[in-house]
């Protein structure tokens, strides 16, 4: 079973704040952990731009993640590109996972 986050997006062409809902479900296999996002739309109209689902993949090593990069995610859209970036640090907070210091 996933686990749902609440995401707060301003959008850049309007200004307006949206909560778009976002199930996530995370896998590993060795030190190699996937996080696969969905977005939820429930009642709500969604942004055209938006990616309906979207992984993100993260290295454990020594510790701590390490973000990686993922080519199913090369984006057309910036706002895209913005909203994963933002999904990918609320799941690390709200799951409390250590990522390596800058």
């Not at 479900?25 to 429930?42: A, H, L, Q, R, S």
């Not at 907070?93 to 390596?100: A, G, H, P, S, Y």
């Amino acid at each position: 079973m996933g686990k749902v986050i609440n995401i707060s997006y301003k959008l850049s062409t309007s200004d307006q704040l949206i909560t778009i809902p976002v199930s996530y479900v995370i896998e590993n296999n060795e030190d190699m952990y996937t996080i696969t996002c969905t977005v939820n739309p429930g009642n709500s109209l969604l942004p055209f731009w938006l990616q309906r689902k979207f992984n993100i993949k993260l290295l454990f090593t020594d510790g701590y993640f390490i973000h990686l990069f993922d080519e199913s995610n090369i984006i057309k859209n910036l706002d895209t590109s913005l909203f994963i970036d933002q999904v990918y640090d609320s799941i690390i907070t709200k799951e409390k996972l250590r990522e390596v210091p800058a």
